[in-house]
T-cell receptor
């Protein structure tokens, strides 16, 4: 049973470019979460999605960031016009069910974004 | 967001048990206690979770105080592979994991 997959593992972008991070949840999981870990800082929740729906985006920056989880295909975290402060590790997690607080989340290996 | 308090770091000898404490004094009756760990340069890894009773799985045990204001993660025999940052999370309803600073566990051979 393959785990959560993220690609690319490493992504380098110049300031002003767009970054697209992809996440394929574990088989049978329809709940996806994105977290960000800035250098020397803790993990911060960004957004929680189910298929075709954003459930909680309270941790998403108001501008330049968007996320989707289409009916078919991986979840995408999109960062437009990247700035140096966006350099971080972005982790995706999935769970089999949601809507509560008792389901564990399974994390991917992360995408390390570097903005030059 | 729910808050937990953990020691900044702990050290253990290989093959010995490790007890990682966590305080969650603001926990409410329906909030679960989750533990995750993060090895260097990896994504977080689920360890264990519980509500009221002590819990055991292949990785660890979770001892929850009777008043639920604190809990202890127990690694029965620490190995070098267990060196990681351990996060205790008091998870409110809504699926959002709120990570604190965690406890850095160092394991000596």
């Amino acid at each position: 049973n393959a785990g959560v997959m993220q690609n690319p593992r490493h992504l380098v972008r110049r300031r002003g470019q767009e970054a697209r991070l992809r996440c394929s949840p574990m088989k049978g999981h329809s709940h996806v979460y994105w977290y960000r870990q800035l250098p020397e800082e803790g993990l911060k929740f960004m957004v929680y999605l189910q298929k075709e729906n954003i459930i909680d985006e309270s941790g998403m920056p108001k501008e330049r960031f968007s996320a989707e989880f289409p009916k078919e295909g991986p979840s995408i975290l999109r960062i437009q016009q990247v700035v140096r402060g966006d350099s971080a590790a972005y982790f995706c997690a999935s769970s089999p069910r949601g809507g509560g607080n008792l389901y564990e989340q399974y994390f991917g290996p992360g995408t390390r974004l570097t903005v030059t | 967001d729910a808050k937990t308090t953990q020691p900044n770091s702990m050290e253990s000898n290989e093959e010995e048990p490790v007890h990682l404490p966590c305080n969650h004094s603001t926990i409410s009756g329906t909030d679960y206690i989750h533990w995750y760990r993060q090895l260097p340069s990896q994504g977080p890894e689920y360890v264990i979770h519980g509500l009221t009773s002590n819990v055991n799985n292949r990785m660890a045990s979770l001892a929850i105080a009777e008043d639920r204001k604190s809990s202890t993660l127990i690694l029965h025999r620490a190995t070098l592979r267990d060196a990681a940052v351990y996060y205790c999370i008091h998870m409110e309803y809504g699926n959002k994991l709120v990570f604190g600073a965690g406890t850095i566990l160092r394991v000596k051979s």
